[in-house]
């Protein structure tokens, strides 16, 4: 009986970790991130604004303890054909600029028309280059 059981638990202990819930919620609502091995993307998701319009918001997480000198948000907003919406480059707050260890950089993408899961994709980059890169 004992086997039987740590037979059955152990599979789906392995399972639970494998699943990034965060990440999951992300790919339901039509997003997907690609950071670069300085920073880390939390917390990101969508709101409805009351001009009938959406953003996306989240934070920057510094993966190490050196401050992130250069580099730059992208956003791309497709449809389902893969047609480019809108893109461009997002603002963030400097906080992963500085020496603070663990302090998030909050981002906030307006976008132009309301977000509809279903027909739009967005994907967001962080690029370790300069603006002018």
């Given at each position: 009986?004992?086997?039987?059981?740590?037979?059955?638990?152990?599979?789906?202990?392995?399972?639970?970790?494998?699943?990034?819930?965060?990440?999951?919620?992300?790919?339901?609502?039509?997003?997907?991130?690609?950071?670069?091995?300085?920073?880390?993307?939390?917390?990101?998701?969508?709101?409805?604004?009351?001009?009938?319009?959406?953003?996306?918001?989240?934070?920057?997480?510094?993966?190490?303890?050196?401050?992130?000198?250069?580099?730059?948000?992208?956003y791309?907003?497709?449809?389902?054909?893969?047609?480019?919406?809108?893109?461009?480059?997002?603002?963030?707050?400097?906080?992963?600029?500085?020496r603070?260890?663990?302090?998030?950089?909050?981002?906030?993408?307006?976008?132009?028309?309301?977000?509809?899961p279903?027909?739009?994709?967005?994907?967001?980059?962080?690029?370790?280059?300069?603006?002018?890169?």
């Open positions: 009986m004992k086997n039987l059981l740590l037979a059955v638990v152990l599979p789906l202990l392995a399972v639970g970790c494998a699943v990034n819930p965060e990440k999951t919620a992300l790919q339901a609502q039509g997003i997907s991130t690609d950071g670069a091995s300085t920073v880390a993307f939390q917390n990101v998701h969508l709101e409805n604004t009351a001009n009938g319009t959406s953003q996306i918001r989240g934070s920057l997480e510094r993966i190490g303890r050196d401050p992130v000198r250069f580099g730059h948000l992208d791309t907003v497709t449809d389902t054909s893969g047609k480019v919406l809108e893109s461009g480059k997002a603002n963030y707050s400097g906080a992963i600029k500085q603070h260890p663990r302090t998030a950089s909050r981002f906030t993408i307006p976008l132009k028309q309301a977000w509809q279903s027909l739009h994709h967005a994907t967001l980059v962080w690029d370790d280059k300069t603006h002018q890169q």
